[in-house]
């Protein structure tokens, strides 16, 4: 399990996927993806934030309210918090993934897959 930002953003960067840089959007640490935030800790909650569609995130809570949760601050947008501690490696390491995938421009990622195919994982 993943207890706190330090970790998760090891973990994130440990992945050692290309176009991701650390910035400092509105004081607060975070990685990016393809110039996308990918991966941040709440500055409201002790969690990390990932991106989510509303009914994924629904279900998550539903799921495992003790784990997936949601601050009154990102209820409008598509993400959910993850409690810290709570983070399993091998979620973190789909959902990292996927969203480094979805973040990447269509055409760039065809390159990518077209000289990586063995870098290319499940999107779960």
């Keep these: 399990m993943i207890p706190d930002w330090p970790t998760l953003k090891a973990f994130a960067l440990a992945l050692d996927l290309p176009m991701v840089t ?4 509105w004081g607060n640490e975070c990685l990016k993806a393809h110039g996308k935030m990918w991966c941040w800790w709440s500055p ?10 509303r ?4 279900m998550l809570m539903t799921a495992d309210p003790d784990t997936f949760f949601l ?4 209820a409008p947008h598509n993400l959910v918090l993850v409690r810290a501690g709570r983070i399993d490696e091998d979620w973190a390491r789909a959902r990292l993934i996927r969203q480094w995938r979805e973040a990447a421009p269509k055409r760039w990622l065809k390159t990518w897959d077209e000289t990586h195919p063995n870098d290319q994982a499940p999107l779960h």
Excluded: G
Aim: net charge negative; charged share 30%; proline share 9%.
């Design 55 to 58: 009914d994924e995130r629904d």
């Design 44 to 53: 409201y909650a002790d969690a990390a934030v990932f991106k989510a569609s």
């Design 22 to 25: 650390i910035d400092h959007p």
């Design 71 to 74: 601050h009154p601050h990102y």
